[in-house]
């Protein structure tokens, strides 16, 4: 079993900066590919950005790219998500996956891949 807890969330004038955090714990696989998520009201959860187990590559979704930086220390089996420059429609809850197994780039940016999801982080941008 794995248990993924996301931190960092919180409310933010637009241009501003946080950082989220996903601690992850138990079984191996979590080397695997971690990949970061977010859902706004009314809207079906989204890709935004996934990492390589060994944290060499990324792949972000367009609308976040040059704002967003996604990164991780598997010593600390932690993902974190340097988000800077937000925007308004940044506002979501965001989530960490663990993905197992081993898929295409396209087959990372669905929520197939991923076995295990934490309980999800808000983030509000204001105007």
């Known amino acids: 079993q794995v248990q993924l807890v996301e931190s960092g969330g919180g409310l933010v004038q637009a241009g501003g900066s946080l950082r989220l955090s996903c601690a992850a714990s138990?079984?191996?696989?979590?080397?695997?590919?971690m990949g970061w998520f977010r859902q706004a009201p009314g809207n079906e959860r989204e890709f935004v950005v996934f990492i390589s187990g060994s944290g060499v590559s990324s792949y972000y979704r367009d609308s976040v790219k040059g704002r967003l930086t996604i990164s991780r220390d598997n010593d600390k089996n932690t993902v974190y998500l340097q988000m800077n420059s937000l925007k308004p429609e940044d506002t979501a809850v965001y989530y960490c996956?663990?993905?197992?197994?081993?898929?295409?780039?396209?087959?990372?940016?669905?929520?197939?891949?991923?076995?295990?999801w934490g309980q999800g982080t808000q983030v509000t941008v204001s105007s």
């Open positions: 996956g663990a993905a197992g197994g081993y898929y295409t780039r396209n087959d990372y940016t669905t929520a197939g891949p991923y076995d295990y």
């Open positions: 138990g079984r191996t696989f979590i080397r695997g590919v």
